[in-house]
Nanobody, 124 residues
Framework: VQLQASGGGLVQAGGSLRLSCTFSGRTFSRYAMGWFRQAPGKEREFVAAISWSGGTTHYADSVEGRFTISRDNAKNTVSLQMNSLEPEDTAVYYC??????????????????WGQGTQVTVSS
């Protein structure tokens, strides 16, 4: 499994960004996917997860209502739409995949594959 994330950048507080992650190497539609982030000096934390079908999503409390995760199984991509960004959202964002045929919960608790990070910086 290879994951390639893109879409990070610098944005003012209150603005929006959309991250994308391209999946390759296996059958995308059999993998739960998600996003994590790591701020300077902090541990990596869960942000959002989506089931293999896209029918179930789950968010960290800190982003619920502001971020939306989605996937396109025809294009092998998972996206994270981030609205109402806050300086506290500044972090390196990582795309992740669970092990084959597992749930979004497995993704959240034990991600198996990681993409390279993409920097998101929110200025106040």
């Amino acid at each position: 499994v290879q994951l390639q994330a893109s879409g990070g950048g610098l944005v003012q507080a209150g603005g929006s960004l959309r991250l994308s992650c391209t999946f390759s190497g296996r059958t995308f539609s059999r993998y739960a996917m998600g996003w994590f982030r790591q701020a300077p000096g902090k541990e990596r934390e869960f942000v959002a997860a989506i089931s293999w079908s896209g029918g179930t999503t789950h968010y960290a409390d800190s982003v619920e209502g502001r971020f939306t995760i989605s996937r396109d199984n025809a294009k092998n991509t998972v996206s994270l739409q981030m609205n109402s960004l806050e300086p506290e959202d500044t972090a390196v964002y990582y795309c992740a995949a669970a092990v084959l045929d597992s749930s979004w919960y497995t993704l959240m608790t034990a991600p198996a594959y990681w993409g390279q990070g993409t920097q998101v910086t929110v200025s106040s």
